[in-house]
């Protein structure tokens, strides 16, 4: 079956950095996505990799192993408005998004 | 990034009316659009897939004759909830996705959302 895997809840301090963890089993794959979805609002685009490696966009990072099936969200310089959940997303063959369930991250002054 | 608008924003109606929402890509052709159901304090949970000019996918458990869905052109997709209930208060949300010419998929965006109140 399909599944992405990330963790529920995570808290962090402002000024810091954060790493949240993504692993994906899909059938076939054409990218990963990361979302940024705060509450009450839909999800806005942040990143996509389709390649091995790492992609720099400001304070935000995302990494992608396509053998580890695992993909990471780097958050630099932590803001308390960086508080939300952070959805990451497989592509599949059918070009389909399989969603993870979200990673709800805290940030403490 | 692309713009995806809907409308309305918020919609409060009674139990046993019909709610459209309308779902606009702003600044591209959206070959394909979706259609997500929220629930607070839960993931994003997909209903329908609809490409321009041909009938949505539903997925398992949503029901095509409840949640009717109209994709006619490449900038609009409409949901229409039927007789609507109060189990079906949620936040309602589309995304939209073009395509290009080799066949690739762009990145899909998301609209603002509608939050339906069914009284």
């Known amino acids: 079956g399909q599944n992405i895997d990330q963790p529920t809840e995570m808290t962090a301090t402002e000024g810091a950095i954060v790493q949240i963890n993504c692993t994906y089993q899909?059938?076939?794959?054409?990218?990963l996505f990361w979302y940024q979805q705060h509450a009450g609002e839909a999800p806005t685009f942040l990143s996509y990799n389709v390649l091995d490696g790492l992609e720099e966009k400001g304070r935000f990072s995302s990494f992608l192993s396509r053998s580890k099936g695992y993909s990471y969200l780097l958050l630099k310089e932590l803001q308390m408005k960086d508080s939300a959940s952070y959805l990451c997303a497989a592509m599949d063959s059918n070009y389909q998004l399989i969603w993870g369930a979200g990673t709800k991250l805290i940030i403490k002054p | 990034g692309a713009v995806v608008s809907q409308h309305p924003s918020r919609v409060i109606c009674k139990s046993g009316t019909s709610v459209k929402i309308e779902c606009r890509s702003l600044?591209?052709?959206?070959?394909?659009m979706f259609w997500y159901r929220q629930f607070p304090k839960q993931s994003l949970m997909l209903m329908a897939t609809?490409?321009?000019?041909?009938?949505?996918?539903?997925e398992q458990g949503v029901e095509k004759d409840k949640f009717l869905i109209n994709h006619a052109s490449l900038t609009l997709s409409t949901l229409t909830v039927t007789s609507a209930h109060p189990e079906d208060s949620s936040f309602y949300i589309c995304s939209a996705r073009s395509t290009k010419e080799d066949g690739f998929q762009e990145t899909q965006y998301f609209g603002p959302g509608t939050r339906l109140l069914v009284l």
């Open positions: 899909t059938s076939g794959f054409n990218g």
């Open positions: 600044d591209f052709q959206a070959t394909t």
């Open positions: 609809s490409n321009e000019g041909s009938k949505a996918t539903y």
